[in-house]
């Protein structure tokens, strides 16, 4: 049943100063993202003809960072549910960020240091207890700092500011990890071209608890009832068909977003013909067109529905894709360029996602609050961290056996121009699910339009 909202504050306007500090975690969890998705798989197993070392093989590396990401996936509800009940000096949510930051900046740069210098199963156990590491910490920064959000204000354009300004940051530290990582990996290799970004995201990713002055705050938080409890939560988190129906578009969304980085370094060197560090150049330049284009997505946001906003995104991420399959087929400019425009355009709607969607979590966290009384911020961002993870493992899974099909060589790299048509439909799956959801971009909207659906 929904119930009537309380007569509670919506809550001051965020300033500029917090909004910055607070999103400075968006840094590391770029950088880290960005070069991990990008060269991973091009450090483990490049093409043969390309002459680096191969370290373990292609069907290999697909099942340990699809593991990996799975596993990854599961314990973010759990680090939601235990930053909600924790209680401390400090607050909920910093004392996570502020603990499990070095441990994510050391486990990131060993990624880079296999045992042997050569392929070896070594090698995947290796990687995979690195992975292990990596993906805990990183979930123990990412679901508590999400979390913060929906408690900096319940205003819609707060919301929507405050994530606006997280994608520009965020864009950064994919413009660090995405345009500096081919160019330093050149220069001083893998693992030192980790530790130097890595560095950088460390600092800013500590910095971003100044951000979030939270402590002493909370008296609501209830003591943890344990396990029962966590179960109960999720099953009531999953039986909502709203939630699934957000679920399942974002798992088939962002996924598009992992293909593109995985595959740009393949298809830099295999199908234009490019350096490496070209990849990198072309990385950097499409994070660019995002942080330009997300000032026009941000005056979309204050004008439409974020729903009717994000069906939008996701007919222009679909177009844009199929764009790129015949890259190298239009008879005007050289591939390469024909690559910077079409990656260029269909980059656009990107940041258009990436600051609605967590808008649009914390419309469900009000809309939890409806019809069960209760704030679980950070339980709310671990389901969006699972769902967004699995589609992470599926993209290992995808791009592996696209490219055992169909051929990841100069000879034969129909696999690396597949992953496009991949996306395209990924994104056509998305808007069909989709459809389902219509929350409201306030309590008072979400109440008239989920009303008459009380059981929902």
Known sequence: MINQPENTKEGTDVKLPQAILYNLAAIPMNIFDTVLVAWAMYFYVPPADMGRIQYLPLGIIGIVLAGGRILDAVTDPLIGYLS??????????????????????????FIWLPPVNGNSMLNAVYLAAVLFIYYWSYTGVLIPWFAYLPEMSRKNDTRVKITTVGVIIGVVGALIGGGLSGPLMEKIGFFKMALVLGAVGFISGELSILGMPEAGRHPEVKENKGIKDFFKILKEVF????????SGMIILAQMTYQLMLMNVPYFTTLILNRREADASLLMGQIIIIMAVAAPLWYLMLKRYPKRHVFRLILILMGLGFLGCYFIGSYPLFTPYVQANILFSLTIIPFGGMFATVLALIADITDYDELKYGKRRE????????????????????????????????????????????????????????????????SKEETLQLMNPECGT
């Not at 009940?85 to 502020?98: C, D, E, L």
């Open 239 to 246: 039986g909502d068909k709203q939630v699934i129906s957000f």
């Open 378 to 441: 950070a339980v709310y961002y671990g389901v969006y961290g699972i769902v967004r993870k699995t589609g992470w493992a599926l993209c290992s899974l995808i791009i592996m056996i696209a490219f055992t099909l169909f051929g990841y060589s100069k000879d034969n790299p129909a696999g690396v121009k597949a992953v496009w048509l991949i996306c395209a439909a990924c994104c056509i799956a998305a808007l069909i699910v989709f459809i389902p959801y219509k929350l409201g971009d």
């Open 84 to 109: 909600d009940n924790t209680r401390s000096r400090w607050g909920r949510r910093r004392p996570f960020v502020a603990l499990s930051m070095p441990i994510l900046y050391g486990s990131f740069i």
